[in-house]
């Protein structure tokens, strides 16, 4: 590979009691790639999104971020929480908090940031995400894809080297979804790394470096876009293709 590997997972396993949800997945993600990993419910890909910032623990195998292994608990392991920024399903913002304190509060206490500093630099993330102007609104005054918008500036403000996204657009009503995907293209022209799961199939080929389709725990293919939507090699992937595709 030629890019520098910024993420890497090394015969990864993980079970949920006798399920095993992951089997010896090996991944690497380089500097700058956009991975969007799609499959079928219940294959593994939130799992295997999570377990790469320890939301997740595994039961064997090894977790690198930019050459060192996973940190399991403590200040270091917040520390690389801060260097990959996740972005949820659900926003998980603080409903008590004004949006610009939800992007400036990570500043504050994890970068010890300096609060007009912080300010600042979440004002010019709320402007390149599109919701400046609902800066001293409560999220739950805000659309679902504004509220989404706000938890990536949210992310962005810890200035991390890579960014989860677990099924961003899933909790959205149609009409949202596109300018949350935006943004989020928008990211992946910048250069950010991501590592993106999702069902938005559009995304995955306008956006992606390289598609990782998952099936039962495994990794089946690990190509790029061009390759896996017109012509996939395994049987899995032709069948979730043709059940998705057809809609």
Do not use: W
């Not at 990864?12 to 095993?20: A, D, I, P, S, T």
């Not at 064997?60 to 940190?71: E, K, Q």
């Not at 894809?145 to 899933?170: C, H, N, W, Y």
């Not at 995907?181 to 790394?193: F, K, P, S």
């Amino acid at each position: 590979m030629a890019v520098d590997p910024l993420i890497e997972l090394r015969d990864v396993n993980k079970y949920f009691g006798e399920l095993h949800v992951l089997q010896d997945i090996d991944l690497t993600v380089g500097k700058g790639e956009v991975v969007v990993v799609i499959g079928p419910s219940g294959s593994g890909k939130s799992t295997l999104c999570r377990a790469i910032n320890r939301l997740e623990p595994i039961q064997s195998g090894t977790i690198l971020l930019d050459g060192r292994a996973l940190p399991t608990e403590g200040r270091e392991l917040a520390r690389l929480r801060a260097d990959v920024g996740m972005v949820f399903q659900s926003f998980n913002l603080f409903a008590h908090k004004t949006v610009l304190q939800n992007v400036t509060l990570g500043q504050i206490k994890v970068r010890k940031a300096d609060k007009a500093k912080a300010e600042e630099k979440a004002r010019a993330l709320l402007d390149r995400v599109g919701v400046a102007d609902q800066a001293d609104k409560y999220p739950a005054q805000l659309s679902g894809g504004q509220q989404q918008r706000v938890a990536i500036a949210r992310a962005l403000a810890m200035e991390p080297k890579a960014l989860l996204f677990d099924e961003p657009t899933s909790a959205l009503d149609p009409e949202m979804i596109n300018e949350v995907l935006e943004v989020m293209r928008q990211l992946a022209r910048d250069g950010m790394t991501m590592v993106v799961v999702t069902h938005e199939m559009g995304f995955a080929r306008s956006a992606a470096n390289r598609v990782v389709f998952m099936a039962d725990g495994r990794i089946v293919e690990d190509r790029s876009p061009e390759e896996f939507f017109t012509d996939p090699r395994s049987d899995r992937a032709k069948d979730f293709l043709s059940k998705i595709l057809k809609h």
